[in-house]
C-alpha cells in the first residue's frame, strides 16, 4: 500500500506564512508528479500547485508570487511553502500523488487525508 501524510497545517494571521510537508511512504516504485489541492468550505477542491519529477511546476493564478511548490525525491516528499497568506487561502490542503509501485505496475493516484490552514484577518 501507499500512504501520503500531510504536515505542517494551523493557524496564522494575514500575512504571515506556513510550509506544508507530505511525505509518501509504503510499496513505491517511482513518483511522477505531486500536487497539492484544496478545498474551503462550501467549494470543490481546487489545484493549488503541481511539481513533477524533473522540478517543472505549475500554480493556480490565486497563489503565484505567494506560494512555491518544491520537492525531495530521495525523501519522496514535496513542500508548500505559502507566504503572504490571506483569509481566502483558510482550507483543508491536500496532497496528491501519482504513484508506481512496481515496475510493471500502472501509476495509480493516492491522496492524503489532508491538513487544516485557517488564516485569520
Known amino acids: 500500500q501507499v500512504q501520503l501524510l500531510e504536515s505542517g497545517g494551523g493557524s496564522v494571521q494575514a500575512g504571515g506564512s506556513l510550509r506544508l510537508s507530505c511525505v509518501a511512504s509504503?510499496?513505491?516504485?517511482?513518483?511522477?508528479?505531486m500536487g497539492w489541492y484544496r478545498q474551503a468550505p462550501g467549494k470543490q477542491r481546487e489545484l493549488v500547485a503541481g511539481i513533477t519529477s524533473i522540478g517543472s511546476t505549475n500554480y493556480a493564478d490565486s497563489v503565484k508570487g505567494r506560494f512555491t511548490v518544491s520537492r525531495d525525491n530521495a525523501k519522496n516528499t514535496t513542500y508548500l511553502q505559502m507566504n503572504s497568506l490571506k483569509s481566502e487561502d483558510t482550507a483543508v490542503y491536500y496532497c496528491r500523488g501519482e504513484v508506481r509501485r512496481n515496475p510493471r505496475d500502472y501509476t495509480g493516484q493516492y491522496w492524503g487525508k489532508g491538513t487544516l490552514v485557517t488564516v485569520s484577518s
Open positions: 509504503g510499496s513505491i516504485f517511482s513518483i511522477n508528479a
